[in-house]
């Protein structure tokens, strides 16, 4: 079994070296290609004709000067461009969970989107931000892995990969929330102005908005959320809406 194990918050992300840990459990044909910095909020975008410079650091890992998305195609189409593709793309663990609005944001879950492009099951990792990782975190979820992956008939249809919220202490229950509403990037900050130049930042973090039933409630209660995801989101239109659109 080949895993290929990708981030957003850079290949020397602690996260990262714990996904790392427990997929080794799992198997020893266990790859990493991660962003050379932090690329937090890069979605699923790709840097297409642009140099891109990989730097192998360690046996088996390598570093990406491009964007999360560019990590699994740079591993498709030159790590592995001769050699056996992944069965499985893992992603994170993310440095805070990946919810509600984060799900069109997020590297970590633009990561799996570029799986499944590519025909492979994927699972996107977060968690809540400064947990007590610990080794028991790492067999757990290196158990919680290998489940996925033996019931991935039930989940790993064309186009969908999962999302996982894991909570602040492990092991802990599941839970399948609604995806609820909860924007980052709501304010903007003024670092500098002169005349016509103006230079704002947009601060990190929020409050965590929550609404019963939702990924925050479920995960704030100490519970592992988990969604399916897919990659098209059509919602069809009504046919009398197209026969009343002149044409």
């Given at each position: 079994?080949?895993?290929?194990?990708?981030?957003?918050?850079?290949?020397?992300?602690?996260?990262?070296?714990?996904?790392?840990?427990?997929?080794?459990?799992?198997?020893?044909?266990?790859?990493?290609?991660?962003?050379?910095?932090?690329?937090?909020?890069?979605?699923?975008?790709?840097?297409?004709?642009?140099?891109?410079?990989?730097?192998?650091?360690?046996?088996?890992?390598?570093?990406?000067?491009?964007?999360?998305?560019?990590?699994?195609?740079?591993?498709?189409?030159?790590?592995?461009?001769?050699?056996?593709?992944p069965d499985l793309v893992l992603s994170g663990?993310?440095?805070?969970r990946n919810v509600a609005e984060d799900l069109?944001?997020?590297?970590?879950?633009?990561?799996?989107?570029?799986?499944?492009?590519?025909?492979?099951?994927?699972?996107?990792?977060?968690?809540?931000?400064?947990?007590?990782?610990?080794?028991?975190?790492?067999?757990?979820?290196?158990?919680?892995?290998?489940?996925?992956?033996?019931?991935?008939?039930?989940?790993?249809?064309?186009?969908?990969?999962?999302?996982?919220?894991?909570?602040?202490?492990?092991?802990?229950?599941?839970?399948?929330?609604?995806?609820?509403?909860?924007?980052?990037?709501?304010?903007?900050?003024?670092?500098?102005?002169?005349?016509?130049?103006?230079?704002?930042?947009?601060?990190?973090?929020?409050?965590?908005?929550?609404?019963?039933?939702?990924?925050?409630?479920?995960?704030?209660?100490?519970?592992?959320?988990?969604?399916?995801?897919?990659?098209?989101?059509?919602?069809?239109?009504?046919?009398?809406?197209?026969?009343?659109?002149?044409?």
């Amino acid at each position: 079994m080949r895993i290929l194990i990708c981030n957003d918050d850079g290949i020397e992300a602690p996260g990262l070296a714990r996904l790392a840990n427990a997929a080794g459990g799992l198997s020893d044909d266990v790859w990493v290609v991660a962003p050379d910095g932090k690329r937090t909020a890069a979605g699923s975008s790709l840097t297409i004709a642009r140099p891109l410079t990989m730097r192998r650091v360690k046996p088996n890992w390598y570093s990406c000067s491009g964007t999360p998305a560019d990590c699994v195609v740079s591993a498709m189409t030159w790590l592995f461009a001769d050699a056996r593709k992944p069965d499985l793309v893992l992603s994170g663990v993310n440095d805070g969970r990946n919810v509600a609005e984060d799900l069109a944001y997020s590297g970590t879950l633009g990561i799996a989107r570029e799986a499944t492009f590519w025909g492979v099951s994927a699972i996107g990792f977060s968690r809540v931000k400064n947990p007590d990782f610990t080794d028991g975190d790492d067999r757990w979820l290196g158990a919680l892995i290998a489940s996925l992956w033996q019931s991935r008939a039930d989940w790993a249809t064309e186009g969908h990969w999962l999302s996982i919220n894991l909570p602040t202490a492990l092991p802990a229950e599941i839970r399948q929330p609604r995806i609820g509403r909860d924007k980052i990037g709501r304010t903007a900050e003024i670092v500098e102005s002169d005349g016509d130049r103006t230079v704002i930042t947009v601060p990190r973090g929020r409050a965590h908005a929550s609404e019963p039933g939702d990924e925050n409630e479920a995960i704030d209660a100490g519970f592992v959320s988990i969604n399916r995801l897919n990659w098209f989101g059509e919602t069809r239109l009504d046919e009398r809406f197209l026969d009343g659109i002149p044409g």
